[in-house]
């Protein structure tokens, strides 16, 4: 598995702010990995899924970082923290 980098990221995603970037790239997940948050915010599945652990743990992650992105380029608070409380 290799790490994603800014290029991955831009095609996936689009452009986002620097601190997202460095953020989604410390998590050590692939662009297959981030393909699979991006899925997951989609479609609404943000429970974490069957997979290795360390693998659920980063897919996380970069669900949280994708949910305080908005589509006109601002960002707001993330959801998950409530989520993970109930």
Known sequence: MSSMSRRDINALVGE???LIVKEMIETGASRA????ALSRLECGAL???EGRPSS???ISRLVDLLMV???NGE???PLRPALRRA
């Open 16 to 18: 986002v702010d620097e």
């Open 33 to 36: 990995e981030l393909a699979e």
């Open 75 to 77: 960002q707001h608070e």
């Open 56 to 58: 659920r743990r980063r």
């Open 47 to 49: 429970a974490p899924q």
């Open 69 to 71: 992105i908005d589509t």
